[in-house]
């Protein structure tokens, strides 16, 4: 069964840092861009971040300078270092990987942050 499960999420002060993670099974996600999404209540989900297989990144603005994508290949896993964190970045995180044929979701994680 080809899963991704997001991992991390939880409460922290405004100011304060987590680390996400997408443990990717089931299938070799090496060759799949990724991405971060996230959804905050009464909002569309919105693009956070994707990384392409070599390693570039790119960010929305609204987080740029703050937050960190990475990826272990060998771990088939993505991550989402994340700091400065505002009230505002709290939502649903998601992960999200393009394969050649379809994309996958993981079930996200919740990130609030408290003012």
């Known amino acids: 069964q080809v899963q991704l499960v997001e991992s991390g999420g939880g409460l922290v002060q405004a100011g304060g840092s987590l680390r996400l993670s997408c443990a990717a099974s089931?299938?070799?996600?090496?060759?799949?861009?990724m991405r971060w999404y996230r959804q905050a209540p009464g909002k569309q989900r919105e693009f956070v971040a994707f990384?392409?297989?070599?390693?570039?990144?790119n960010y929305a603005d609204s987080v740029k300078g703050r937050f960190t994508i990475s990826r272990d290949n060998a771990k088939n896993t993505m991550y989402l270092q994340m700091n400065s964190l505002k009230p505002e970045d709290t939502a649903v995180y998601y992960c999200?990987?393009?394969?050649?044929?379809?994309?996958?979701w993981g079930q996200g994680t919740q990130v609030t942050v408290s003012s």
């Open positions: 089931g299938r070799d996600f090496s060759n799949d861009v």
């Open positions: 999200h990987a393009q394969g050649s044929r379809r994309v996958y």
């Open positions: 990384i392409t297989t070599g390693g570039s990144t």
